[in-house]
Nanobody, 117 residues
Framework: QVRLVESGGGLVQAGGSLRLSCAFS????????MGWYRQAPGKQRELVAT???????NYADSVKGRFTMSRDNTRNTVYLQMNSLKPEDTAVYYC???????????WGQGTQVTVSS
């Protein structure tokens, strides 16, 4: 059973930085596309970034140039480095794992990121 455990959320002032981590266990890491999503109060969950096992990344327009997603295949962990944070980045951030070529889809428990103005 795939398990995803996020860490690294917290409270930061606008313009600051945070680094989120997501530890993957329970299956073969390399056959999953990993992603970060976020959900703000009263809004739908939205894609932030994804990374393939070949470390190709994709970002939402709202975070391009500020956020960087990376993947360490030796540690089965993905990271989201968030710089130049804005109050509108405030949300619960969720780690996601999608098994390539299937409909299997797993979520972490989420970690709160709050950016004060």
């Amino acid at each position: 059973q795939v398990r995803l455990v996020e860490s690294g959320g917290g409270l930061v002032q606008a313009g600051g930085s945070l680094r989120l981590s997501c530890a993957f266990s329970g299956s073969i890491f390399s056959i999953y596309v990993m992603g970060w999503y976020r959900q703000a109060p009263g809004k739908q969950r939205e894609l932030v970034a994804t990374v393939t096992s070949g470390v190709y990344t994709n970002y939402a327009d709202s975070v391009k140039g500020r956020f960087t997603m990376s993947r360490d295949n030796t540690r089965n962990t993905v990271y989201l480095q968030m710089n130049s944070l804005k109050p509108e980045d405030t949300a619960v951030y969720y780690c996601n794992a999608k098994k390539i070529g299937t409909s299997f889809n797993y979520w972490g428990q989420g970690t709160q990121v709050t950016v004060s103005s």
